[in-house]
């Protein structure tokens, strides 16, 4: 595939993105593996249902169910849209609430700082399992900006590249704070319960 196939894929995903930021609900769900969409569909302001995923981002286990998102069953899809999208029709306000809230945690926790220091720590601890020292090979090529910009005659990629430069931040990266396992185990649960509270109402609806 070429670069130009490639950065036309980028533009209509791009104005894909915009026509969705229309929608009251938006349904995440893994297909075979892990999927990049999660953090950009949770950026867009609408209530998303969030069928529980295998994999996690690194900011993922931040979310409350509830407060960020609404979690639906991967083996009751169907009927746990239907109650999800039922009982957001009947409790606007409070779907509202939950998209504005999503975004708001994407938009505060995922700067660009934030990402730049979580890929510092998590490169500087996996220094620390290496048991060899990386050698740059003979046969290695320097990658400058211009070698990637050649590659596309369109206005907008070049913009995107642009946007994309290193700049030398104006402050050493966040303190990596100790691993509270405490916090971690209370938070994991509360998050748990919430979710099976909405598997009891769903139930319970479906009952009737």
């Keep these: 595939m070429s670069m130009q196939i490639i950065w036309n894929i ?4 791009d104005i894909f993105w915009h026509f969705l ?37 690194f900011f ?10 609404w979690p639906v069953r991967k083996d009751k899809l169907c009927s746990s849209i239907k109650y999800a999208v039922n009982w957001g029709n009947e409790h606007t306000e ?13 938009w505060r926790n995922l700067t660009m700082d ?14 620390k399992l290496q048991k060899f020292i990386p050698v740059i090979p003979e046969t290695a090529q320097l990658l400058c900006k211009n070698a ?17 430069e290193a700049r030398v931040s104006s402050s050493p990266p ?11 185990n209370e938070f994991q649960q509360v998050a748990e319960n919430v979710t099976q509270r909405i598997w009891m109402m769903e139930d319970s609806a479906q009952e009737k």
Excluded at 10 to 13: D, G, H
Excluded at 22 to 47: L, N, P, Q
Excluded at 174 to 184: A, E, N, R, S
Aim: hydrophobic residues 45%.
């Design 94 to 106: 409070k779907v509202k609430a939950m998209g504005s809230a999503g975004q708001e945690f994407m």
């Design 60 to 69: 993922s286990r931040g979310l409350m169910p509830m407060a960020h998102y």
């Design 10 to 13: 980028f533009l209509v995903l």
């Design 148 to 164: 990637i910009l050649c590659f596309t005659d369109d206005p907008r990629s070049k913009e995107y590249l642009k946007m994309s």
């Design 114 to 127: 934030f990402v730049y220091d979580y890929m510092f720590h998590l490169l500087t601890e996996y220094a």
């Design 174 to 184: 966040c303190i990596l704070p100790p691993f509270d396992t405490k916090f971690i």
């Design 21 to 57: 930021m229309f929608f009251r609900y938006k349904i995440y769900t893994e297909g075979h593996a892990w999927s990049v969409s999660f953090k950009y569909i949770m950026a867009c302001d609408s209530t998303v249902l969030v069928a529980l995923p295998t994999y996690y981002e």
